[in-house]
């Protein structure tokens, strides 16, 4: 698998990153290519898995910890990525920078899945490798008009590589969902399990990550029946665990562990160096080796219980000795605090010395975060025994050996354990980028960011609106080129 990251690395750099960005996904396209042996298959996969690199906005900066209680946008002032302050302060406009990245980029994924789906099953070649790849495909499709859905809300369904824009409209995003239900559906039927890959295979798409994609899906559509139940489809396969160690996660030495149910495979190539990795720099100190955007809140540090390992191993502040030995510099941090999740360690550089050249991966879903959004589901059931059980493995991860701290929470009624998992949540995964769409889809955000505004007397939350700021505007460039078929979401 690896040659094909490197050949995709290849490929990729015939394109600058604006160009990719730029490309008008909804356009008629016209794709000139022999589609004749698995080798072919195996690049168009490659080329379909190629859009996971390139979310500019909504993975590398963690972007939906700075819009809430989490961290502040952080940067070089009020200037540099203000598209990020017009996010997080809910001031956002159509033309915004980041939901039109977002955008194109989802369904540049979208078309180039729909290439490998319209094409590879014509191909003369092994069976089994061609069902994988088209399971991956409808994988990556899912995941991408997942992504769209969730930040935009009703979303053009394009189920072609073929569309004419002025033909193009919205459709609600519940035949969305149904469409991500299937083709995920589809996919937990052919993929193989993690256990089934031998290492060369690391990165590929595997059953448990569509198993536990669909559980996200049905979470997000507060479909807790279903959600509880691929949540335990996942657990119940034993293919995955806590790592023993919380902080190797976000080291170069945690990937592909135990813990990792999907992430996003980045390597080291000193022929092909224009390969660009960003999610260290963007969030990195501007003291040290980077942009210091995403500066953790004091309400964060401070929603640590006493004596949780978690809070040092997820932030760092002026003076700390980081794991490496280095000292460390927040450089001009508006809260006096940076993301240790993000800190690139001195042996994870790359040979170049140059951050942006790491093999580090990015984790997209790990069984920490599935163990609590199964308690979350299953407390939402009535299962309050299984939810009690999920949350206190996660706990006695967290402790890390110490005696003393983090207590196992006992059997409750359903507020009071909801509360404890919300916390949970919260800390566990905290700087990951999912406390925004945690708080939208509880219901809770308008509440939460509107008493973080009064408590810090701050801009930062007041602005938010019920029924407007849980998505995003459709990008006006995109409305425009419908010839105004396309839909504006309410309030922008």
């Keep these: 698998m690896k040659r094909y990251w490197i050949l995709l690395i290849l490929v990729m750099s015939q394109l600058s990153c604006e160009n990719l960005l730029e490309k008008d996904p909804l356009a008629t396209l016209s794709v000139v290519s022999g589609y004749k042996t698995e080798s072919d298959a195996m690049k168009a996969l490659s080329a379909a898995y190629n859009p996971l690199y390139n979310y500019p906005g909504y993975d590398g900066y963690s972007i939906y910890d700075m819009v809430t209680d989490n961290a502040l946008k952080g940067g070089e002032g009020p200037s540099d990525g203000s598209y990020f302050n017009d996010i997080a302060n809910f001031t956002i406009s159509s033309t915004n920078t980041v939901a039109l990245q977002v955008w194109k980029n989802s369904y540049l994924g979208i078309f180039r899945t729909h290439l490998v789906l319209e094409n590879v099953p014509g191909i003369e070649m092994d069976e089994t490798a061609k069902s994988r790849i088209i399971a991956e495909a409808r994988f990556l499709r899912a995941y991408y008009y997942f992504t769209l859905v969730t930040l935009f809300g009703d979303v053009p369904l394009i189920k072609t ?72 489809a996942v657990i119940d396969s034993k293919e995955y665990r806590l790592a023993d160690d919380y902080a190797s996660l976000f080291t170069l030495a945690g990937e592909f562990g135990p813990e990792n149910i999907f992430e996003i495979n980045h390597v080291y190539s000193a022929q092909y160096l224009v390969a660009r990795n960003l999610g260290s720099i963007r969030q990195g100190s501007a003291g040290m080796y980077g942009y210091g955007f995403c500066n953790p809140s004091q309400d964060l540090v401070d929603e640590f219980e006493a004596g949780d390992p978690r809070l040092w191993q997820t932030v760092y502040k002026q003076g700390d000795k980081m794991p490496d030995g280095k000292t460390a510099d927040v450089g001009n941090s508006e809260t006096g605090y940076m993301s240790k999740k993000a800190y690139l360690l001195a042996p994870d550089f790359p040979p170049t010395g140059d951050p942006i050249h790491s093999a580090r991966n990015e984790i997209k879903l790990r069984y920490g975060m599935l163990l609590l959004w199964y308690a979350e589901a299953a ?16 706990r006695r991860r967290a402790r890390q050996g110490k005696s003393g701290v983090l207590p196992d929470v006992a059997a409750a009624g359903q507020e009071q354990l909801r509360n404890a998992i919300y916390h949970e949540q919260r800390v566990e995964y905290a700087l990951e980028n999912h406390r925004f769409f945690d708080l939208v889809r509880q219901g809770r955000a308008g509440k939460v960011l509107r008493a973080y505004a009064e408590k810090y007397k701050t801009v930062k939350g007041k602005n938010f609106r019920e029924g407007i700021n849980e998505v995003l505007p459709i990008p006006q460039s995109e409305i425009d080129d419908s010839q105004k078929r396309l839909s504006q979401n309410n309030g922008y």
Aim: hydrophobic share 45%; aromatic share 10%; glycine share 4%.
């Design 161 to 232: 590589s073929v569309v004419k824009v002025p033909e193009v409209v919205r459709d609600p995003k519940a035949a969305v969902y149904d469409f991500i239900v299937e083709d995920f559906t589809a996919a937990i039927a052919v993929l193989p399990a993690r256990s089934a890959l031998p290492a060369a295979e690391n990165g590929r798409i595997t059953k448990g990550a569509a198993q536990a994609y669909l559980g996200k899906v049905y979470l997000y559509k507060s479909d807790f029946v279903n959600a509880e139940k691929w949540f335990k």
């Design 379 to 394: 407390n939402e059931n009535g299962n309050s025994t299984a939810a009690v059980s999920s949350l206190n493995e996660v």
